[in-house]
């Protein structure tokens, strides 16, 4: 099932016209080479693309990552390399990257969100993370928010601030109105 905000605004994302949701992280979202996980329908990829950036983008549903691809075709983008599966499986794609980005996934990662932001630091110098305001209220409020309870924690910004500065990043930026951002450097 394609995602709720592709589904929503479907027609514009295929005019061109992505809502702002997708181009408000742009101008957080640095270097030439970037890998995003959980890129979904790509619409974010794709935007990275058109801009100049050589795109990895990541996803484990395979009817997002065919819609990804049709995308790209459609608004003649590239170069962007569409990898079905998920980042676990390919941390390969981080070595030579520049940027990680990942938006509304992190605490997918669940129990294994510090093993993996291990192979994420030894490969990639910037991160940027986006969170769920949803899932952070509901985090700050006491509510475990089933099926992600506690790991709900990474989808706020002191979830994400706490993640990154654990691994060895240095928070350069964050953004708190809406879906939070947190944007860590190394080095």
């Not at 709720?4 to 181009?23: C, F, M, S, V």
Request: some cysteine.
């Amino acid at each position: 099932m394609k995602s709720l905000a592709y589904r929503n605004n479907e027609a514009a994302i295929l005019a061109g016209n992505p809502p702002e949701k997708y181009t408000r992280l742009l101008p957080y979202i640095t270097g030439n080479k970037i890998v995003e996980a959980g890129s979904a329908e790509g619409v974010l990829a794709c935007l990275l693309a058109k801009g100049g950036a050589s795109v990895t983008a990541i996803e484990g549903n395979a009817e997002r990552h065919a819609q990804a691809i049709k995308l790209a075709q459609a608004w003649g983008v590239g170069p962007v390399t569409f990898i079905n599966g998920h980042l676990q499986d390919n941390f390969a794609a981080l070595d030579g990257q520049d940027t990680f980005v990942a938006v509304r996934m992190v605490y997918y990662l669940r129990d294994q969100i510090d093993d993996v932001f291990t192979e994420i630091a030894k490969r990639v110098l910037t991160v940027v993370l986006c969170g769920n305001k949803g899932r952070a209220k509901a985090y700050h409020a006491g509510n475990p928010h089933p099926p992600l309870g506690e790991f709900n924690y990474y989808a706020s910004a002191e979830g994400m601030t706490d993640l990154l500065t654990r691994h060895g990043y240095q928070i350069v930026q964050t953004v708190t109105d809406g879906d939070a951002i947190v944007v860590g450097k190394r080095g």
